[in-house]
């Protein structure tokens, strides 16, 4: 069950406003830039333009509600993240921001970014990006997330949703690609996280998360690493063999996939208990990040070739 | 409450009180040029 953030946590000055830093820091700004990126390309490859000032406002919208989930998730864990060295320095944790502001600014921007979605674009975009709000805030960060070590198998979908919501807002119905970008991002979370969920095995015990690396050992998560990195790469390349894409997005779905699968055998290959000797999860889990921005670039790129 | 405290509490209060104001400015033009592109889109 979730503590109160006062059991962990330093307690905050009450009378001082919250200071704008710690609002955003409550946004989690890296992850919503990768968010923003996905939605970004989901929009621009669909086949319909967009008018300027209506996808820059879905774009914020997607921006809004990965925030928005981002702050509520910050807010729920505040007793989770006083215990992990990772997360210790957030605003929540750490004092600087009482918890009701938080909870006031994360709603807030849920709700709004929804609204100004249906406002700019359309109602099956402004209601997958609810779910999606919903599906973190809710789904993964409450139910799942302290009780199973698949948390993040489920959860991930949430993380998938913002090139569906780009390319709903710009053509208003969903297509076969960005279902198959969805099922890419939702297959490339599990051995994104567990990379790092392996070299940070010993924060995630301490406080108490079930993920898999602490649940069912390093070994057999390196196996799931391996396991889902296939059918990942079989997703990305799939665009191009079902003609959605042209070859240059195919070429280097194949090239980057290659490399993907490559180092997910690296990590199979390592026997490492030690966060210092894990080399290869540690190389994963940074070039993963770089495959997916490279692969929705590229698929932007060969959409205007 | 120290001096201090006090002017770093209007500070504060100075600060959130102008991002709002601009927050609010920035949705209001937002707004506007959404009904606009709207007209545009739908004409």
């Known amino acids: 069950m979730r503590g109160t953030v006062m059991d962990t946590a330093a307690a905050p000055t009450r009378d001082l406003p919250a200071?704008?830093?710690?609002?955003?820091?409550?946004?989690?700004?890296?992850v919503m830039s990768l968010v923003v990126f996905t939605g970004l390309c989901g929009l621009l490859a669909a086949p319909e333009p967009m008018h300027p000032v209506l996808a820059f406002t879905a774009v914020l919208c997607i921006a809004l509600g990965a925030g928005g989930a981002g702050a509520l998730n910050?807010?729920?864990?505040?007793?989770?993240?006083?215990?992990?060295?990772?997360?210790?320095?957030?605003?929540?944790?750490?004092?600087?921001?009482?918890?009701?502001?938080?909870?006031?600014?994360?709603?807030?921007?849920?709700?709004?970014?929804?609204?100004?979605?249906?406002?700019?674009?359309?109602?099956?975009?402004?209601?997958?990006?609810?779910?999606?709000?919903?599906?973190?805030?809710?789904?993964?960060?409450?139910?799942?997330?302290?009780?199973?070590?698949?948390?993040?198998?489920?959860?991930?979908?949430?993380?998938?949703?913002?090139?569906?919501?780009?390319w709903v807002a710009a053509t208003g119905s969903i297509d076969l690609l960005p279902v198959l970008l969805f099922l890419l991002i939702f297959l490339w979370t599990p051995p994104h996280f567990w990379a790092l969920s392996l070299f940070v095995r010993s924060d995630y015990a301490a406080a108490g998360v079930p993920m898999l690396p602490?649940?069912?050992?390093?070994?057999?998560?390196?196996?799931q690493i391996a396991l889902y990195s296939?059918?990942?790469?079989?997703?990305?390349?799939?665009?191009?063999l079902l003609g959605l894409t042209g070859a240059v997005y195919g070429l280097t779905a194949v090239l980057l996939?290659?490399?993907?699968?490559?180092?997910?055998?690296?990590?199979?290959?390592?026997?490492?208990?030690?966060?210092?000797?894990?080399?290869?999860?540690?190389?994963?889990?940074?070039f993963s990040i770089l495959y997916l921005f490279a692969l929705f670039g590229v698929l932007v790129v060969d959409r205007f070739l | 409450m120290s001096r201090h405290d006090d002017e770093l509490i209007r500070a504060r209060q100075r600060r959130a009180a102008r991002v709002t104001a601009m927050l609010l400015f920035a949705f209001i033009a937002l707004t506007f040029l959404i009904t606009i592109a709207k007209l545009t889109v739908n004409r």
Not at chain 1, 214 to 223: D, I, K, L, S
Not at chain 1, 230 to 240: E, G, H, N, T
Request: proline share 8%; hydrophobic share 50%.
């Open chain 1, 19 to 30: 200071d704008w830093r710690d609002l955003f820091a409550l946004t989690k700004p890296r």
């Open chain 1, 74 to 166: 910050m807010w729920y864990e505040a007793d989770l993240d006083a215990k992990m060295r990772r997360t210790q320095g957030r605003p929540l944790p750490a004092g600087r921001l009482h918890p009701t502001t938080a909870l006031q600014f994360a709603v807030g921007l849920s709700i709004g970014s929804v609204v100004l979605m249906d406002l700019a674009a359309n109602h099956l975009a402004a209601a997958i990006l609810a779910i999606s709000i919903f599906f973190y805030a809710v789904i993964y960060t409450v139910w799942l997330k302290r009780r199973t070590p698949q948390n993040i198998v489920i959860g991930g979908a949430a993380g998938a949703f913002p090139p569906l919501i780009g």
């Open chain 1, 214 to 223: 602490v649940v069912a050992g390093p070994e057999n998560t390196r196996r």
């Open chain 1, 230 to 240: 296939l059918p990942m790469a079989a997703c990305a390349v799939a665009p191009w």
């Open chain 1, 257 to 286: 996939s290659l490399v993907f699968v490559g180092l997910s055998l690296a990590v199979l290959a390592n026997k490492a208990t030690e966060p210092a000797q894990m080399g290869p999860e540690k190389k994963l889990f940074g």
